[in-house]
């Protein structure tokens, strides 16, 4: 008898071996993207340091409240993180989409970040 393994032991196992060639440095350090049922998260990570370089999600107070579709607060969050990671002296990242298909939110926020200046 096989036992099948939830959507979510799947994804992460995507996940590892995507990072297993993925890696962040300080000169192109990794934007990873989480996306949960109701929120989409973004962070620049330089992982030689082990530090975050710069962030947004749906989480924050601007955010309280909001009517938009979830598409579009992953756009908003695209441009957020792009601009603060430039803020941080951050132009070209490597996209670590972390087990999820490149599709809806996590292509929205990838290519609101690639128009508000991010290279990848």
């Known amino acids: 008898m096989t036992k099948a393994a939830s959507r979510g032991a799947a994804r992460q196992k995507r996940h590892e071996r995507i990072r297993l060639r993925v890696e962040g440095t300080a000169g192109r350090p990794r934007l990873a993207v989480f996306r949960s049922l109701n929120h989409i998260y973004a ?26 579709t979830k598409v579009e ?30 599709h809806g939110r996590v292509k929205t926020l990838a290519d609101a970040a690639r128009e508000a200046g991010l290279d990848f």
């Open 43 to 68: 962070q620049v990570i330089d992982d030689a340091a082990g530090t975050t370089l710069a962030a947004a999600s749906t989480r924050e107070p601007s955010f309280k409240g909001s009517t938009q």
């Open 73 to 102: 607060e992953a756009r908003i969050v695209g441009r957020l993180v792009a601009e603060r990671a430039r803020t941080a002296g951050v132009a070209t990242v490597v996209f670590d989409r972390a087990g999820y298909r490149y």
